[in-house]
């Protein structure tokens, strides 16, 4: 009964005023916001960077930057984008989102909350400072393979290292708090099969963060201990072997696409029912399968590595085992095509971007199939192939999940309706920009395009030049998104406190905006 | 105040579960390093070589011949002349042959140097028993100063038939700079000194 007492007494706190109240804030909503607001900002500077590649690309010959600061460009995009737009967008979805799904007053941990969060500035500030350094960023590419970025890298690289070292402590900590809030602080009656599945994929993404975030800090540690302390981890003179290092770094570095995935599961599982106005078909089954997939992540890592020379068995097993995540995948994709089937379905902008979801990341996930096949990777391995398949499940797939779960809740979080005609503009320019991006890189990479490279030869420019204009047209759309946000934070048309036709979650049982403080008391789940 | 107590403490004994786990996983990185060496040793993948010295394996194989090919490649900015003296050598499996790289310091210091075999196809690397190689030794040179340098191998028999070819691959490192090399930068003697490294 005391607890009421306190609670109660709690209740009456709103937030404090000023920048105080960011700086020092253990509110979950209020973390959710920053992270969400730190991610878009990561989304344009890793975007503006993006476009200058594209812009380089445009034709062929060198016309607007040097080589070497085209691969700095190349290194730094796909560092930010990974690491500071798609992980801390989901990061703060789960913080808003996770405890009024689960029907918990805050995070577990709410103080390590605000630490998690306030990393990740200085981190990236100390990442994005390696620009203005002699030698230049690094320029290694997103994946620093060594000796790339050890006996070669520009002095930057010890920044880049501490950069990555704060980043994996924030992702740490946030896992950390999300699987305490969830496996602890579930309402009474909330049963695991009861979770909504946004929650259930958000806890198996921060298994697999605990998992994998300390190995990535080991491999950063023992190229830094290479660089300054004379060991010889990848280094070949000194016994080290180079092969190693990308053995450690995939096998970080494939659960890590998985993490940038999974949620974007979540939210899409979420999104579908409440447009098509069914229950979610297969709800076990995507538990399970997202599980597998989460499994299966830890198995599969040297299909980045078929051409290091492995021996036949390797790179069978490897194959077959990359293959076998198509399984689960596949049983994901069929329940959301089921979940639609028959149902009564509406296309507000959530669904758009849902819909599209299902659609591209499928492509994608075929391109992944063409690229498992071991013989055939050794065409396609670092051409343009590749990058139309990472960017078909990271755009479109991860990005697309994020605006839509964006599009979703944000009537909850303002209380006002977005308006719906300029949601789907943005939608419809995203999406006919992110196709006319990354479709041709189909074509110029299976004709042998390399990536990562300023100049082509000129059979590839007509493809380039179009994915080039995608590309503007992709990212200038972005900023409807960000005017659209501000607008309806601003104002518009008072949203219910169900904001959606019949929705399912207790998400939706609190008044629109949600309040600062939801679920004092913990609400009966039947 | 009690059920407020119990939550606080369920997190924190999960909050100590799941920072052990991530020390555990730290660990577990640097554990693939030498996890990965035995690995590649014991399948003598990535071409990593197997050096069993004397208990070499013993009875020839009359009955095919393998072809040897020998590669010198320099890394990056070694300034050395680097070759081997014959490129290649014809064995029979089983049969210890002795062949010899030359290398020649061209410059006005003196230089230590590591060489670094490989082994291709990398199924071939088990089955090649070096029973003395420079490339157990670091090799310091002084300006000017040319050696030959020995190698004593035996192709076990047992080597799979369908290979009848194997390239085997020095590249020579500079490792004047490095704190191992002090030791032989210092000493009189142009004499190789054991790394300890046996392995490689
Ligand atoms: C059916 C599922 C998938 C399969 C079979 C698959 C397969 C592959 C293969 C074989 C490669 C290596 C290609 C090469 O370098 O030659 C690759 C690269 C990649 N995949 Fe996937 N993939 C799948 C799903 C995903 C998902 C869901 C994501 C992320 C959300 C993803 C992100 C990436 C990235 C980022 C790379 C490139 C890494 C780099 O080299 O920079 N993949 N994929
Ligand atoms: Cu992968």
């Known amino acids: 009964m005391n607890t009421m007492a306190k609670v109660e007494h709690t209740e009456h706190h709103g937030p404090a005023a000023g920048l105080t109240r960011w700086l020092y804030t253990t509110n979950h909503k209020d973390i ?124 930057s690289v010890t920044y880049f290292i501490f950069a990555v070292h704060m980043m994996g402590i924030s992702s740490i900590m946030g896992a950390i708090n999300i699987i305490a809030t969830i496996l602890n602080m579930r309402a009474p009656g909330m049963t695991m099969m009861k979770l909504p599945l946004f929650v259930w994929t958000w806890l198996i993404t921060a298994f697999l963060l605990i998992a994998v975030m300390p190995v990535l800090a080991g491999v950063v540690t023992m190229m830094l201990m290479d660089i300054h302390f004379g060991t010889s981890f990848f280094n070949a003179a000194g016994g080290g072997d180079p092969v190693l290092f990308q053995h450690i770094f995939w096998f970080f570095g494939h659960p890590e696409v998985y993490i940038m995935i999974l949620p974007a599961f979540g939210i899409v599982s979420e999104i579908i029912p409440t447009f098509a106005r069914k229950r979610l078909f297969g709800y076990s089954s995507m538990v399970y399968a997202t599980s597998s997939i989460a499994f299966l992540s830890f198995i599969v890592w040297v299909h980045h590595m078929f051409t290091v020379g492995l021996p036949l068995m390797g790179e069978l097993f490897f194959m077959y085992a990359t293959m076998l995540i198509a399984v689960p995948t596949g049983v994901k994709v069929f329940n959301w095509v089921a979940t639609m089937f028959r149902g009564s379905m509406t296309f507000e902008t959530p669904m758009l971007f849902a819909i599209a979801f299902v659609v591209l990341f499928t492509i994608g996930g075929f391109s992944g199939l063409m690229l498992a096949i071991a013989p055939a990777d050794f065409q396609y391995h670092d051409t343009y192939f590749v990058v139309a398949h990472f960017h078909y499940v990271l755009v479109p797939g991860a990005v697309f999940a994020i605006m839509a779960g964006v599009y979703y809740w944000l009537p909850k979080w303002t209380g006002h309706y977005y308006p719906e005609t300029m949601g789907k503009v943005h939608f419809w320019c995203s999406f006919i920009g992110v196709n006319l991006t990354f479709f041709p890189m189909h074509f110029i990479g299976l004709a042998g395009m390399p990536r990562r490279i300023p100049d082509y030869a000129l059979q590839f420019a007509d493809f380039n030049m179009v994915a080039s204009i995608g590309a503007f047209i992709f990212g200038f759309s972005q900023l409807i998104f960000l005017v659209l946000i501000i607008k309806t934070i601003r104002g518009g048309s008072p949203a219910t406190s169900e904001v959606w036709d019949e929705p399912h979650g207790l998400e939706w049982t609190i008044p629109s905006p949600a309040p600062y403080h939801t679920f004092s008391t913990p609400p009966e789940v039947k | 105040m009690k059920p407020v107590k119990s939550a606080q403490q369920k997190n924190r004994s999960m909050v100590r579960t799941l920072i052990l786990s991530c020390v555990l996983m730290f660990g577990f990185g640097f554990a693939l390093v030498p996890l990965y060496d035995v690995f590649c040793r014991i399948t003598g993948l990535n071409g990593k070589v197997l050096n069993t010295g004397p208990n070499a394996p013993t009875g020839s194989d009359k009955n095919r011949t393998i072809r040897v090919q020998m590669i010198a490649v320099n890394n990056e900015s070694m300034p050395w002349e680097f070759r081997a003296l014959s490129p290649m050598v014809t064995v029979y499996p089983g049969e210890s042959k002795q062949a010899a790289y030359l290398a020649h310091n061209p410059t006005s210091e003196k230089m230590v140097a590591q060489a670094i075999p490989s082994v291709s196809p990398s199924e071939a690397a088990q089955y090649l028993h070096k029973v003395n190689c420079f490339c157990f030794d670091r090799q310091p040179l002084d300006s000017l100063e040319t050696r030959e340098m020995p190698l004593l191998f035996v192709i076990d028999p047992e080597l799979p038939t369908y290979i009848s070819t194997i390239t085997l691959s020095y590249t020579l490192f500079d490792i004047t700079s490095t704190k191992a090399a002090e030791s032989d930068l210092l000493s009189k003697s142009a004499q190789p000194n054991s790394t300890g490294r046996n392995t490689l």
């Open chain 1, 32 to 155: 959710g916001t920053l992270y969400l607001w730190f991610s878009f900002a990561m989304f344009l500077t890793g975007g503006c960077m993006a476009l200058m590649i594209r812009a380089e690309l445009f034709q062929p010959g060198l016309q607007l930057i040097q080589p070497e600061f085209f691969n700095q460009m190349t290194t730094m995009h796909g560092l930010i984008m990974v690491f500071g737009a798609v992980m801390p967008a989901f990061v703060g979805l789960a913080n808003w989102m996770l405890p009024m799904m689960v029907g918990a007053p805050d995070m577990a941990l709410p103080r390590m909350n605000n630490w998690s969060f306030w990393i990740l500035p200085f981190a990236f500030a100390m990442m994005l400072s390696t620009l203005f350094m002699e030698g230049g960023a690094p320029n290694f590419g997103w994946t620093f393979y060594a000796p790339l970025s050890t006996t070669y890298a520009p002095p």
